[in-house]
T-cell receptor, first 113, second 110 residues
Framework: DVKVTQSSRYLVKRTGEKVFLECVQD?????MFWYRQDPGLGLRLIYF???????EKGDIPEGYSVSREKKERFSLILESASTNQTSMYLC????????????FGSGTQLSVL | RKEVEQDPGPFNVPEGATVAFNCTYS??????FFWYRQDCRKEPKLLMS???SGNEDGRFTAQLNRASQYISLLIRDSKLSDSATYLC???????????FGKGTMLLVSP
């Protein structure tokens, strides 16, 4: 079974802190994605990556950056956390293009106080 | 701007009922369509792809209407375990990412 692992299930941080969310997949997928999910707003794409060291902005990249130094790992970075970044963050991976099946991690519920 | 619209529900149905959800999409260039299922406090998982000719997987039937730009999901003989949020997902030709609807919540009661 494909496994997408997110480092933390729950995380509490303070405003202004630098936050790292880690995601690792074990299926040699080329594509990796970071989404956030908020009540009433659904899933929104933050950043995605097709290959090592490559990254593309999604629909809401402001306040975030990403890093993909190895194929299996995709990190989301909040440079200076703010309260409006309190959300559920979901990592996903897939083969080839977006038409392929997305495999999601179990999510990280981030609270910024 | 890509838009995928769904009725948020909740749809409350008794066990054994048949229920249908629709989803509309704004871009006629959309090429691929999917239904994902998300259980409460869990991650989304692919339920089924939607093909032009319509397709069935057990109790689930998906239909595509390109002329009216909507897709549908029909669930027959609803089970308690079908209670979840169903996400409509669309991909446009030439776009590398999927667009998710906000989901329709289904609650199946005994």
């Amino acid at each position: 079974d494909v496994k997408v692992t997110q480092s933390s299930r729950y995380l509490v941080k303070r405003t202004g802190e630098k936050v790292f969310l880690e995601c690792v997949q074990d299926m040699d997928h080329e594509n990796m994605f970071w989404y956030r999910q908020d009540p009433g707003l659904g899933l929104r794409l933050i950043y995605f990556s097709y290959d090592v060291k490559m990254k593309e902005k999604g629909d809401i990249p402001e306040g975030y950056s990403v890093s993909r130094e190895k194929k299996e790992r995709f990190s989301l970075i909040l440079e200076s956390a703010s309260t409006n970044q309190t959300s559920m963050y979901l990592c996903a991976s897939s083969f080839q293009g977006a038409n392929e099946k997305l495999f999601f991690g179990s999510g990280t519920q981030l609270s910024v106080l | 701007r890509k838009e995928v619209e769904q009725d948020p529900g909740p749809f409350n149905v008794p066990e054994g009922a048949t229920v249908a959800f629709n989803c509309t999409y704004s871009n006629s260039a959309s090429q691929s369509f999917f239904w994902y299922r998300q259980d409460c406090r869990k991650e989304p998982k692919l339920l089924m792809s939607v093909y032009s000719s319509g397709n069935e997987d057990g109790r689930f039937t998906a239909q595509l209407n390109r002329a009216s730009q909507y897709i549908s999901l029909l669930i027959r003989d609803s089970k308690l375990s079908d209670s979840a949020t169903y996400l409509c997902v669309v991909n446009e030709e030439g776009y590398s990412t999927l667009t998710f609807g906000k989901g329709t919540m289904l609650l199946v009661s005994p």
